[in-house]
């Protein structure tokens, strides 16, 4: 299969019914994480989960691959683990390289719209649309306007595609999708989160999903079963680390020891507090702004996930700022059980660090339609 990132292949970000096992692989900024899933009739089962740390700077919070014998050896070594039964993976980007926009245009078909997206889409996208490869969702929101409607644009840099696909066949892989790690989370979230999708009135209800990672905060707000707005904040997991490293003058390594280890202690305790406080603020900041466009919507449930919510004191604050309830993202709630090759521990870490890869790994038996 080419690995050439085409609008078909663009298309089967939401759509695509793929039979053939794939393995759900996110290419975090601190690690790489992987998932296999089966369908059995029963329901989904875990088949194989492995994780392979990166070293921080190995891939920047842009998108590029600035070490990339450091990401090689660890895909290998991820694939070395005899659990997976195929090199196939459905892949998310990372760093700036994709973006979404939500927009609101005049009303047309969606072959209409196929033709014009790219004169549509030059005046909201950074980048130079010879540059990008586009694709749309058109979202059967409500519009104040019945002449207009709400889409949802994509854009992924042509160069970040083939240098992803590059790196990938080159340790061995084969990317079939290609997909954005908020819609990934959002298909995670649809699995395991029925009752949150359909809700007791038919107005699709809405979501707020936030992945705490290492270089970045995402925040998606989904409402029914599609993911209508993404944002990545600043404050993240690599920036406690920095900010620990800068105030206390230690180097980086010990910085992260004192983040997970030393919380409690006094400098260490007051720094992180602080951190807290900011990067809650900004997620309340997006869900008002995102609040305020829909003034008569409310949001049903807040659902945290990442490695970076395990830090002291975040979820306390989330929960005593924010005005919706506020709940761990557990990507494995709904599975039928796991093989054998998983041991407790593993399911464990899964939960709060495997839900893009748990997103991905679906895409394989056909849950994203
Ligand atoms: N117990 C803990 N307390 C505080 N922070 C933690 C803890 N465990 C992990 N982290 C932080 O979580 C981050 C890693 O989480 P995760 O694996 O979800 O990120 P990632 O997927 O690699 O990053 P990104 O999604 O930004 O690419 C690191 O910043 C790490 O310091
Ligand atoms: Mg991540």
Redesign the pocket.
Known sequence: MSTQWNAEKLRGIWKRMIQRPLVGL?I????LKAVELTSTSRGKRLVAYNRVPLPWGAITTEGEVKERDAVLSALKELFAFKGFSTKHVAVAS?GSSIITKKITIERMAPAELKEQLYWEAEQYIPFPVAEVNLDFAILDTQTENAEQMEVLIVAAKKDFVQSLSGLLDEAGLKADVIDNPSFALGNAFEFNYSHAITGPTGVPPLSVLL??????T?VSIVEGDKTTFTRDLRQ???AC?LMLSERLGLNLTDA?EA??FDFEDEPVRVIIDEFNHALTDEVARTIDYVIGQNPERSVQGIYYC???S???GLVEELEAKLTAPVAPLNPVQNLAGSGRKMNAQAIRELRY?GSTAVGLALRASGDSE
């Not at 975090?28 to 690690?31: A, K, L, P, R």
């Open positions: 996110d975090g900024m601190s690690g990372f992945d705490f990672g290492a270089g970045a995402r993240c997991g690599m680390t992260e983040k997970l990442g490695g970076g395990r830090l002291s660090l």
